[in-house]
């Protein structure tokens, strides 16, 4: 079975660094697409970040270039996102998936858990 747990969210000030981490179990995760998907309290859930399985080719939406970083280390089978000079309006549930992933086209179809990260002074 797919599995994705996530893990290292929480509160942080602005400007603050924080790295979110995902543990994926069911598959080999440096085989597929993985992607940060970020959700807003009244809006739809967007991807963040994306790597893909094969070229390890990444993709970032803009409001989070040169801040955010999409890395896997494949001896853990995880996924993980650094964020830097954290904004408040980076405050959202955090999810990791696995989908699809080509160029600016990025599509979850398995799901974690989802973990909150707040910006805040």
């Known amino acids: 079975q797919v599995q994705l747990v996530e893990s290292g969210g929480g509160l942080v000030q602005p400007g603050g660094s924080l790295i979110l981490s995902c543990e994926a179990s069911?598959?080999?995760?440096?085989?597929?697409?993985m992607g940060w998907f970020r959700q807003y309290p009244g809006k739809e859930r967007e991807a963040v970040a994306c790597?893909?399985?094969?070229?390890?080719?990444?993709f970032y939406i803009e409001a989070v270039k040169g801040r955010f970083t999409i890395s896997k280390d494949n001896d853990k089978n995880t996924v993980s996102l650094r964020m830097n000079n954290l904004k408040p309006e980076d405050t959202a549930t955090y999810y990791c998936?696995?989908?699809?992933?080509?160029?600016?086209?990025?599509?979850?179809?398995?799901w974690g858990q989802g973990t909150q990260v707040t910006v805040s002074s």
């Open positions: 998936a696995t989908g699809y992933y080509s160029g600016t086209y990025c599509r979850g179809d398995y």
């Open positions: 069911g598959f080999t995760l440096s085989r597929y697409a």
């Open positions: 790597i893909s399985g094969r070229s390890g080719n990444t």
